[in-house]
């Protein structure tokens, strides 16, 4: 039996219309990380994450 995570919603939306959003802007996210200036600014945020973490690691 698969468990499905709980959802955490403090807002005043229901959670239907968050969903329903989400469906939405879902192909449009999905399209611009599978073109090649989505995937070049994933890894830039990349970098710059790992470069965070390697600063907080030497502090």
């Known amino acids: ?17 968050i969903e329903a959003i989400a469906r939405c ?9 599978e073109s090649e200036e989505g995937q070049r600014e994933f890894a830039e945020w990349k970098e710059r994450r790992e470069a965070e973490k390697r600063e907080a690691k030497t502090k």
């Open 1 to 17: 039996m698969s468990r499905r995570k709980k959802l955490i919603n403090r807002t005043d939306i229901p959670q239907y219309q």
């Open 25 to 33: 802007i879902m192909p449009d996210i999905l399209a611009f990380y």
